[in-house]
């Protein structure tokens, strides 16, 4: 799934798993019987964190799959103490700064042809200790 969603860019099942094992990794997939349909890989250390890959089926995208894995990791990562949320993303990909905006991300950062096709890529920040607990992604979903 991951090469679908990233063919200049994938990762091979054995990178994938490889990030799992260390050490503040986190993982969150979505399946629906034997079918993976989304999948997102984290880490953090010393209040911070950072996004690793998100994919989500591209038969299954704009039905809030990768909206809720990302709440659900923020909120993992408030309760770990976690303050802030990292990420780099290739900049002309719209629905992605769209999702990341919506969930409160700012670009702190530009990467010059980060991309093996020439694309630049934007660092993004989330100050997760901003986000008020009574206006927690869980909370509002309540």
């Given at each position: 799934m991951?090469?679908?969603?990233?063919?200049a860019e994938t990762w091979?099942?054995?990178?994938?798993?490889?990030?799992?094992?260390?050490?503040?990794?986190?993982?969150w997939h979505i399946e629906a019987g034997n079918r993976l349909l989304g999948l997102l890989l984290a880490r953090h250390a010393a209040g911070e964190a950072e996004v690793l890959t998100l994919a989500v089926d591209p038969t299954c995208r704009r039905k809030g799959?990768?909206?809720?894995m990302m709440q659900t990791l923020i909120e993992d990562l408030?309760?770990?103490?976690?303050?802030?949320?990292?990420?780099?993303?290739a900049?002309?990909?719209?629905?992605?700064?769209a999702l990341y905006s919506n969930l409160g991300f700012s670009e702190v950062g530009i990467r010059k042809d980060y991309y093996r096709d020439g694309a630049d890529a934007a660092v993004l920040r989330l100050a997760i200790d901003k986000i008020g607990e009574t206006n927690s992604f869980l909370s509002e979903r309540s």
């Open positions: 991951h090469a679908g969603c990233f063919p091979s099942q054995h990178d994938l798993q490889s990030l799992e094992t260390l050490s503040g990794s986190l993982a799959l990768a909206t809720v408030r309760r770990r103490g976690v303050v802030g949320l990292y990420l780099e993303m900049r002309n990909n719209d629905p992605a700064l």
